[in-house]
């Protein structure tokens, strides 16, 4: 099992930043990729972005430019740096880990609990 620990959230006025952290803990044995998926009221859950082993990057377009994903210095924490908020970036947003683990050593996603953004106008 793979706990997932999200951080960062709050209320921010458009047009100001906010950092999202988030830190996996469990009986992990490795970590395919790390990303970010945002729900907001009455809409689907979407991909915000993600983050590979190697690094490899991928943006939602409404973000791209605004918000960058990073890993931390352990492989198990994942940041992401918002800018330049907008009010259509409020949500719930998720933390989400693709790994393998020693009792379930096939690839298996893994969410957190989720964490509120909320910009105002």
């Known amino acids: 099992q793979v706990h997932l620990v999200e951080s960062g959230g709050g209320l921010v006025q458009a047009g100001g930043s906010l950092r999202l952290s988030c830190a996996a803990s469990?009986?992990?044995?490795?970590?395919?990729?790390m990303g970010w998926y945002r729900q907001a009221p009455g809409k689907q859950r979407e991909l915000v972005a993600v983050?590979?082993?190697?690094?490899?990057?991928n943006y939602a377009d409404s973000v791209k430019g605004r918000f960058t994903i990073s890993r931390g210095n352990t492989e198990n924490t994942v940041y992401l740096q918002m800018i330049s908020l907008k009010p259509e970036d409020t949500a719930v947003y998720y933390c989400?880990?693709?790994?393998?683990?020693?009792?379930?050593?096939?690839?298996?996603?893994?969410w957190g609990q989720g964490t509120q953004v909320t910009v105002s106008s």
């Open positions: 989400n880990a693709e790994a393998r683990t020693v009792f379930r050593p096939r690839a298996t996603v893994y």
């Open positions: 469990g009986s992990i044995v490795s970590i395919n990729s």
């Open positions: 983050i590979t082993l190697t690094g490899r990057t």
